[in-house]
């Protein structure tokens, strides 16, 4: 519980650090009520982590991490489509903050590029933005 009580786990997550203290039929007896009583969802895990990476980090980076915490896929998929609406006003924004002016050359432009790439947004996205295509 004390796990739970400071921030949202994904299943295996908890699983994970859970495992040095129980045996494994315990631990997965644990979740299913844990879940039974919603106090654990890989939903409300992969909104709270969304909701924390939002306006610095793209949809590309979220996704990664969502399957290194172990969430399923048809939740990623929800929070990914969700994330994917806010990617372009997320992008312009770190980029504005990081950059503020068009690369002068090709050399600038790739330095933006690989930020931008690095901070998880699509590559279209990246483009688009350093490109300084309006919508």
């Known amino acids: 519980m004390n796990y739970l009580a400071r921030r949202e786990h994904s299943r295996a997550e908890l699983a994970r650090k859970l495992s040095p ?11 299913d009520q844990l879940e039974r009583e919603n106090l654990l969802s890989n939903a409300r895990f992969a ?7 939002a306006g ?6 979220l996704k990664s991490e969502l399957r290194e915490k ?11 489509a969700q994330a994917r609406e806010a990617d372009l006003a997320a992008a312009r924004a770190v980029w504005r903050k990081k950059f503020g002016q068009p690369p ?3 050399k600038e432009r790739a330095r933006q590029q690989r930020f931008l790439l690095g901070r998880g947004f699509p590559s279209e996205v990246v483009r688009r933005v350093v490109g300084g295509e309006e919508d």
């Open 21 to 31: 203290h129980a045996e494994a039929e315990a631990i997965t007896a644990l979740l």
């Open 47 to 53: 909104e709270a982590l969304a909701h924390s990476r």
């Open 56 to 61: 610095r980090h793209g949809s590309v980076r």
């Open 70 to 80: 172990g969430v399923p896929e048809s939740v990623i998929t929800e929070v990914i």
């Open 104 to 106: 002068k050359d090709s």
